[in-house]
């Protein structure tokens, strides 16, 4: 027989059963609370999932075909191709057509007829047949052009009596005396053939004669006293107005460097060269 406790009523002992359920309840209070202040993570559904997916899968698809298309030459990608094609390297047919040009012309435009009577016909003016020692028959064609042989700007003796220079000199000059200065270019007055080359010393020195067909007349100029070694030219050979035939000197009987220019006609006469040139030069 059990004895009641004196003062109140006893209270009921907790057995272990009871201990454990009340443990796992404060644990389940504990979980609850932390979840409470956690973000909650999504939760999929069937239906989401899936179209995610096919999304991705699509999305990955396109980007390898773009990088298909970038890095891999066209050639290679239709390499399986049947149907023959033009190469893409090969240069583009030109199929343009060219028209041939025409001129219209409108019906009020006469056009007038050439008059062939109204031209005159000349015939160019014969050679002159010109008998040279040494060369024979030589046929010389009229010259257009008549040229100083050098710079006449600054001259000596004149043509025509004068006191004689030197000893030995004439008191007769025939010729005219330009003073362009020691080794100044000398050129051929026209065109013609070189008939005298002559690099002796006479009184002439190294000098040089020339043929021309001046205006259908048979003119000679003669280049006295030129430098030694500056002979330019030689017999029988033709020249042009303005070509090089030697350099001014002073070589046989002469006072100081200079040109002396002589110049005769057919009959072997000589005239004064200075005012000649005045007459005929033409550049």
């Keep these: ?88 390297y090969a240069p583009a047919e030109d199929t343009r057509s060219l028209r041939s040009q025409t001129l219209d012309v409108g019906s009020e435009v006469a056009l007038a007829p050439i008059d062939v009577e109204g031209w005159d016909v000349e015939a160019a003016p014969p050679p002159i047949e010109s008998q040279v020692a040494g060369l024979g028959e030589v046929a010389l064609i009229e010259t257009p052009r008549v040229v100083w042989p050098v710079d006449p700007s600054r001259t000596s003796d004149g043509f025509g009596p004068r006191i004689a220079p030197c000893a030995g000199c004439s008191t007769t000059h025939d010729g005219i005396d330009f003073n362009p200065g020691a080794g100044a270019p000398i050129v051929s007055i026209a065109d013609g053939v070189v008939v005298t080359a002559n690099t002796g010393d006479g009184g002439l020195g190294n000098y040089v004669e020339i043929q021309h067909n001046i205006g259908g007349e048979l003119i000679t100029s003669l280049y006295a006293h030129m430098a030694y070694g500056s002979m330019q030219v030689s017999v029988g050979q033709r020249v042009s107005a303005g070509q090089l035939v030697g350099a001014v000197g002073s070589t046989g009987q002469s006072t100081g460097p200079h040109l002396h220019l002589e110049m005769y006609g057919a009959d072997g006469v000589r005239f004064d060269g200075m005012a000649w040139l005045q007459a005929h030069v033409t550049g």
């Design 1 to 88: 027989m059990t004895h009641p406790q004196h003062g109140r009523r006893a209270a009921a002992r907790p057995t272990r059963r009871d201990a454990t359920a009340r443990s796992a309840a404060a644990a389940a209070s504990r979980t609850a609370a932390v979840s409470a202040d956690a973000p909650r993570a999504p939760r999929w559904t069937r239906s989401t999932a899936p179209s995610r997916s096919l999304m991705s899968i699509a999305t990955m698809s396109a980007v390898g075909g773009m990088l298909l298309a970038t890095s891999v030459p066209a050639l290679a990608v239709t390499a399986t191709d049947s149907e023959v094609r033009a190469s893409v």
